[in-house]
């Protein structure tokens, strides 16, 4: 039979270097990585202005709006989805635009 043996005393704390997880800690790191990821975005962004009919920009900030509250995605994100939307159906609008004007292309662009 073996002998019993006597346990010693734990060992000192040794991490004393590594930061302590708090709540508060967490929630620094949480605002900090959000602020980091807000100034990306700000940066990959671009504001672009066009001359449109009030209808037409009525119509899409509503629906910017009504998206925004429906998800709770930034706007930024709604307006880019909905221009992604507008861009894959540039050819469809492209025909019909061509249809209603008589012409098949138009050499100047404004």
């Given at each position: 039979?073996?002998?019993?043996?006597?346990?010693?005393?734990p060992?000192?704390?040794?991490?004393?270097?590594?930061?302590?997880?708090?709540?508060?800690?967490?929630?620094?790191?949480?605002?900090?990585?959000?602020?980091?990821?807000?100034?990306?975005?700000?940066?990959?962004?671009?504001?672009?202005?066009?001359?449109?009919?009030?209808?037409?920009?009525?119509?899409?900030?509503?629906?910017?709006?009504?998206?925004?509250?429906e998800?709770?995605t930034?706007?930024?994100?709604?307006?880019a989805?909905?221009?992604?939307?507008?861009?894959?159906?540039?050819?469809?609008?492209a025909?019909?635009?061509?249809?209603?004007?008589?012409?098949?292309?138009?050499l100047?662009?404004?």
């Open positions: 039979m073996a002998e019993p043996q006597r346990m010693g005393p060992p000192d704390d040794d991490d004393d270097d590594e930061p302590e997880v708090t709540r508060a800690s967490v929630e620094r790191e949480r605002r900090r990585r959000e602020e980091l990821e807000r100034q990306v975005a700000r940066e990959s962004m671009t504001r672009r202005s066009w001359y449109t009919s009030v209808a037409a920009t009525d119509a899409f900030g509503k629906a910017v709006e009504d998206i925004h509250h998800t709770r930034p706007k930024h994100e709604v307006v989805a909905l221009m992604q939307a507008a861009v894959d159906q540039a050819p469809r609008v025909k019909r635009l061509a249809r209603q004007s008589g012409h098949g292309s138009h100047s662009h404004e």
